[in-house]
């Protein structure tokens, strides 16, 4: 798959503003400032194609990207208090419609940090996956923050704190920084992009 393909094609900040789904649509999802613009600019070795912001709840827009015969979908992050009733209101309308309008949805990465135990949001995010029947990643970001140790700790947690979806969550250790677990992510993509080659 050739990467230096992509291209932004829009934002939409409300249900009504989304885009057919024509494509196959791979996403990316996670709580406010864990990580989802720079995981998004490392599959696609780019610095700044999807906007890094340092201050969390800044994403409020479902940004979608085409790659050859795919759609990457940029979520708007979730979980960030401070943003007001209003927006959260159009966050959740803007999640509802996306996620249950039969859109060609065919995997998303779920982001949590690797360094926190997942939040409510987290939880709620993997059990609605897991319930409605997407197929989906865990990618545990900022892996690079933890020692060998660490880093083997936290998996070990994750695995047991899941541990009850019997297998049914796959966890991807990645960091931005040392590009660790981006072989993976793109092996996904490029299963789903061959696949739909063949269909």
Known sequence: ???NNVFFETSVGTD???????????????RSNV????LINKV????SIARVSTKPGKTVTINFFRLENLRLCDLPGYGY??????????????????????RNIK??????????????????M??????????????LTKSDKLNKTQLAERMEFFNK???????????????????????????????ISQRQSEE
């Open 1 to 3: 798959m050739n990467y």
């Open 16 to 30: 009504r503003q989304l885009i057919q789904s024509d494509l196959p649509e791979i996403c990316f999802s996670g």
């Open 35 to 38: 990580g989802k613009s720079s």
């Open 44 to 47: 696609l070795s780019r610095k």
């Open 81 to 102: 208090a401070k943003v007001a009733f209003s927006e959260r209101q159009r966050w959740s309308d803007l999640m509802e419609t996306y996620f249950n309008s039969e």
């Open 107 to 124: 995997h998303v990465f779920q982001l949590v940090d690797i360094r926190h135990n997942p939040t409510e949001f987290d939880e709620q």
């Open 126 to 139: 993997i059990e609605f996956l897991i319930h409605e029947g997407f197929e989906f990643t865990v990618v």
């Open 161 to 191: 704190h899941f541990g009850m979806f019997e297998n049914r969550v796959c966890f991807v250790p990645f960091s931005a920084h040392t590009g660790e677990g981006i072989d993976k992510i793109r092996k996904i993509i490029e299963e």
